[in-house]
């Protein structure tokens, strides 16, 4: 999908703009409150960044996977900020943009059983629906919190995989095997991150011998 006409940002920058990390600015879609669009900053290695994601998007739409946790790219448009990417913006009942989980983790101690149940619930669906993340991080994944509902997570940067034979994420058992040895390594990172907080290995970390 290709937007014809140009998306006009600039003017409301400051009031579109959700975040930004080292590859791309994240803007919300003045006109489609659903959409947000991510812009190349001007890191070198930015284009690459997300051509390579717009190629994994690719086989994900292929494979026709199941992208319920994942923010989907949905095309790609001008702006009169440069050229950018379509994706759907991850946002809370209440109509704002979703926040991270490193917001939830340092602001909102009180909510942890929850963010846990969350991320556990997280590593499931990556597992069951084969989705490989090359990186996990605390601002990649969103916390969407949603009125009498437990909050879910939701990745929006980081998917796929760079590997020298891609024909080896095809066979099963080493998909699932990188998948639970990605995420494990993020659980490790967190209590490495936060050494004051209780990330129970039992609920977080996946064990591919319990998986049936
Ligand atoms: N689909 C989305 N919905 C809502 N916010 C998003 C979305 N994608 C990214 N963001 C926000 O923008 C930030 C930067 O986007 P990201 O794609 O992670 O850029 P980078 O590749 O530079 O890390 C994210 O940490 C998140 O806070
Ligand atoms: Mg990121």
Redesign the pocket.
């Known amino acids: 999908m290709q937007s014809q006409s140009i998306i006009l940002l600039k003017e409301q920058e400051k009031n579109l703009h ?7 600015h ?1 803007y919300r879609h003045p006109q489609q409150a659903d959409l ?1 669009i ?1 812009i190349a ?1 001007s890191n070198p290695k930015a284009a690459k ?1 997300l051509s390579t994601d717009v190629s994994y998007y690719k086989k994900l739409h292929a494979q026709k996977k199941n992208l319920a946790q994942v ?1 989907d790219m949905l095309g790609s448009c001008m702006t009169d900020l440069g050229p950018g990417h379509l ?4 946002t809370d009942s209440d109509g704002t ?2 926040k ?1 989980l490193d917001h939830y983790i340092n602001a909102h101690p009180e909510m942890l059983g929850a963010i846990i149940t969350a991320l556990r619930g997280l590593a499931t669906y990556l597992l069951q629906n084969r989705i490989i993340i090359s990186d996990l991080h605390v ?2 994944i ?1 916390i969407r919190v949603t009125k009498n509902q437990p909050p879910s997570a939701m990745i ?2 980081g998917i796929g995989d760079k590997v020298a034979i891609p024909l080896l994420n095809y066979i099963g058992p080493l998909a699932d095997a990188k998948i639970a040895r990605r995420w494990n390594r993020f659980v490790a990172y967190l209590k490495n991150k936060f050494p004051e907080i209780h990330f129970p290995d039992d609920q977080l970390l996946l064990d591919l011998g319990k998986k049936k």
């Not at 959700?18 to 791309?24: E, N, V």
């Open positions: 959700i975040a930004s990390g080292a590859f791309a994240c947000c991510k900053t960044r923010s994706y759907e913006c991850i943009v979703s991270t601002k990649n969103l929006v940067d």
